[in-house]
């Protein structure tokens, strides 16, 4: 899924904020522009804010 396509942020945007989260360590790089949500970032989509 091409996220940019999807949302009305700008691609750059998206780009930053991709790289955020991954600094974060909420996703992880595939390849070729795709992201795996790691634990940590399945943790922040269901709401545990206790981590």
């Avoid at 942020?9 to 992201?35: E, F, N, S, W």
């Avoid at 634990?39 to 922040?44: C, N, P, T, V």
């Amino acid at each position: 899924m091409d996220i940019a396509k999807t949302t009305d942020c700008h691609p750059i945007t998206v780009d930053h904020t991709c790289a955020y989260l991954y600094k974060q360590g909420h996703i992880h790089p595939r390849g070729r522009g795709r992201y795996e949500v790691t634990e940590s970032g399945k943790q922040q989509i269901t709401g545990g804010c206790d981590s």
